[in-house]
């Protein structure tokens, strides 16, 4: 991993350690719920960001060097299984979550 991907993504885990670590004492204190709720938003929006960084750093990388060498079809077989398991990129937004009422 590049060292400047690497140190902004460690950075933001260890922002979401923190924001994790208020949540549970928060929760284990009966903490008013929304305030839970606003921080572990925070630990989820860490988490996205560091994931962000992660991917930027695999294109510049892995997936640059994989294409060069011809080995496309395996680089992106291999990203969207990755990528599989992230709901904002694979979560049906607004315009594809169509019920019978809105197709009438």
Do not use: W
């Not at 140190?7 to 719920?33: F, P, Q, W």
């Not at 925070?42 to 560091?50: C, D, F, I, P």
């Not at 992660?54 to 990388?61: A, I, P, S």
Request: include cysteine; hydrophobic fraction near 40%; charged fraction near 25%.
């Amino acid at each position: 991993m590049k060292e400047i991907h690497k140190r902004s993504v460690l950075n933001r885990l260890k922002t979401a350690r923190g924001h994790l670590d208020a949540v549970i004492r928060m929760t284990e204190n009966d903490a008013y719920c929304p305030e839970l709720m606003k921080q572990m938003s925070a630990v989820q929006g860490s988490l996205e960001r560091a994931s962000r960084i992660v991917l930027r750093n695999h294109l510049e990388t892995c997936v640059a060097a994989a294409m060069v060498a011809g080995r496309t079809d395996q680089i992106v077989d291999e990203l969207m299984d990755a990528l599989r398991f992230d709901r904002t990129i694979t979560a049906p937004g607004p315009e594809l979550a169509m019920t019978a009422e809105s197709l009438s």
